[in-house]
């Protein structure tokens, strides 16, 4: 009895944000150097390693993953009347980002194998409005970018890559984020590499890198008064305050120093899962996650598909009941009131709601314990045996 009472009270968190222990040496690295406000020796480190890891261009470390996706529109000079494509199976910045512009969103379906937007349904969104595609690699698992990339030339569109969830991902052997014309990454708590809030933008064609450095820096020339390339510094252009503090890029590059390590530990969970919850889909009870041909993935997250929102609430609370912590995901957009101000769903919703109410979030985090994993399993199993 009392090992049965230990094992309800056992507690399997959801999401533990990642530590390696060089953090704290780091950030009183930083606090020691004076320099805290941000540009400082681990915001260029953060910089330069991430421009090593994809080939952009230029990395600029941000405030968080909104920011750096409201940097990409005003790189991409969304203007009010343009038109975005996105899909609405996303996190709200992704759309905030345009509508602060001006934009209207443009939702259209999702596949339902990767849960990313379908690139067969987008040409057909296109209007004379249309300015630029916003793929969403969910969970770490790449868009089709070479169909996205060959719709965007033929119609001279941006291509921005809400790669949030995408660091240490690929595309053909690209980082995502290097491909399209812009990237934005995530360092959020919930993220696989992570600083509390933090993000960075991926500038892939070298004529915007300045521009990029402006909007950064308040809409200054500062950045270039640094590098004593001007004499003094001013308002030229549009801007915020975008620039990351020292002691969050600190905290970050205690884990991108060496991203194979939290990579490895992973994909190695994800792997764990996928192996252990396979009988359970060959007998028809759940869906796996896909990764299609020529996608590497970072393990972002593990998901299972139940049969219907009325199965999922009910794992839910019996993984809670068990102490477990599963969550849902995205709610879509185009449900959302916001979303039916400020855009519309192009075509026909066949997957986005139906497969967003089945998709279920399992325990997925640096240092996760395959004994956890099991756990978790053993307990998915017990509720589709009941």
Known sequence: MNFLANEVTKMIRFNIPPYTGKEDKYIKQAIDSRKICGDGQFTKKCNEKFEEITGAKKVLMTTSGTSALEMAALLADIKPGDEVIMPSYTFVSTANAFVLRGATIVFVDIRPDTMNIDENLIEDAITEKTKAIVPVHYGGVACEMDTICDIAKRHNLVVVEDAAQGVM???????????????????HETKNYSMGEGGAVLVNHEKNVERAEIIREKGTNRTKFFRGQVDKYTWVDLGSSYLQSELNCAYLYAQIEKPDIINNDRLQSWNTYYELLTPLKEKGCIDLPVVPEGCVHNAHMFYIKTKNLEERSKLIAFLKENGIGAVFHYIPLHSSPAGQQFGRFHGEDKYTTKESERLLRLPMYYR???????????????FYEG
């Open 169 to 187: 991902s690929f595309y053909k052997g690209r980082a995502l984020g290097s491909i399209g014309d812009f990237g934005c990454y995530s360092f």
């Open 368 to 382: 996760l314990e395959k004994k956890d994993i099991e756990y978790v399993v053993s307990k998915i199993k017990e």
